[in-house]
Nanobody, 115 residues
Framework: QVQLVESGGGLVQPGGSLRLSCAAS????????MGWYRQAPGQQREMVAT???????NVADSVRGRFTISRDTAKNTVYLQMNRLKPEDTAVYYC?????????WGQGTQVTVSS
């Protein structure tokens, strides 16, 4: 069974940094693509960043230049490095993976940016 487990969320001041991790139960090469999404209260879930099995990345305009998606294939883990965080980045961040025509989601990790 595919499992994705996020970690690394928390409370950070504006301008600070966090690194989120998404650990997969199997090889991340098995996934066609993996990504990070976020959902703020009262808003729809939105794409933050994605990475394909070939390593191609895509980042939302709202976070480009501040957030970076990467992976460690030896650890079957995908990361989201978030720098220069803003209050509007506050949301629950979810990891997902596309495999065999299905989309799998982690349980989410809360990121709160506040002074």
């Amino acid at each position: 069974q595919v499992q994705l487990v996020e970690s690394g969320g928390g409370l950070v001041q504006p301008g600070g940094s966090l690194r989120l991790s998404c650990a997969a139960s199997g090889s991340i090469f098995s996934f066609n693509a993996m990504g990070w999404y976020r959902q703020a209260p009262g808003q729809q879930r939105e794409m933050v960043a994605t990475i394909t099995s070939g390593g191609k990345t895509n980042v939302a305009d709202s976070v480009r230049g501040r957030f970076t998606i990467s992976r460690d294939t030896a650890k079957n883990t995908v990361y989201l490095q978030m720098n220069r965080l803003k209050p509007e980045d506050t949301a629950v961040y979810y990891c997902n993976g596309y495999l065999g025509g299905k989309i799998y989601w982690g349980q989410g990790t809360q990121v709160t940016v506040s002074s």
